[in-house]
């Protein structure tokens, strides 16, 4: 196929994908929708139903509901849930060891000067940094509306992860197995990363709404 021709088509597909965002093809042949939150298993459970993107694809739930309404009140969502103190320590864990090794660089550099996970906890999250950042935004932010409500049919959660997902195959007429990807090397007890009680408050007031809606304690 001339090199002419080949662009053509690769900018059509480009220009197809585009049109589809923020839906993949494993969306629209399971009839599902996985809201993807950071640090929660997710790209194990998106290499299971068959999502091979290499980018990160942590959506909020409006975003799949402005762009093909329908398809979000009819398809079958679920999502992952986490100890945000648990969470916490795995995101803080993967920036310092360089993130994606691209765009995360910057901030792994900047995490990595403060003295220990307390000292970035207490006076940095705590403090307003990073609240922005994609692996530390409150996980109800992804699933909760503005009613307080969880918009999905199926919550999930990480000390669960086996069982859980085997929920979400059932419901979906699927076999699949789940790989570990993407796991942050760490202690096996992320309570052992807080030895200053500060700490574990500065996790409980920032992620109040998690605590709340998902009942965690640490």
């Known amino acids: ?3 002419a021709i080949k662009r053509f088509y690769g900018k059509l597909t480009q220009a197809k994908h585009s049109f589809e965002f923020p839906y993949s093809p494993y969306n629209k042949r399971h009839n599902c929708i996985f809201i993807h ?3 929660v298993a997710g790209t194990s ?7 091979r993107r290499a980018k990160r694809n942590h959506l909020p739930w409006y975003v799949y509901y402005t762009a093909n309404r329908n398809f979000f009140e009819n398809s079958y969502k679920f999502a992952f849930v986490r100890n945000p103190w648990d969470r916490a320590v795995s995101a803080y864990n993967y920036l310092v060891a360089g993130g994606n090794k691209v765009g995360d660089l910057n901030v792994s550099e900047q995490i990595s000067n403060f003295e220990s996970f307390d000292d970035f906890i207490i006076n940095g999250i705590g403090e307003g940094s990073y609240r922005n950042h994609l692996l530390f935004i409150p996980q109800s932010e992804f699933v909760v509306n503005g009613e307080q409500e969880l918009v999905v049919d199926f919550l999930g959660r990480f000390e669960s992860l086996e069982n859980d997902f085997r929920n979400v195959l059932g419901s979906l007429g699927l076999r699949r197995e789940l790989s570990n990807v993407n796991s942050s090397k760490r202690a096996s007890d992320y309570k052992e990363y807080y030895k200053d009680e500060r700490s574990i408050e500065v996790v409980r007031e920032v992620y109040a709404q998690d605590v709340k809606m998902f009942s965690y304690e640490f």
């Not at 459970?45 to 999502?51: K, S």
């Open 1 to 3: 196929m001339p090199s």
């Open 37 to 39: 939150i950071p640090k």
């Open 45 to 51: 459970i998106t290499e299971a139903l068959g999502d």
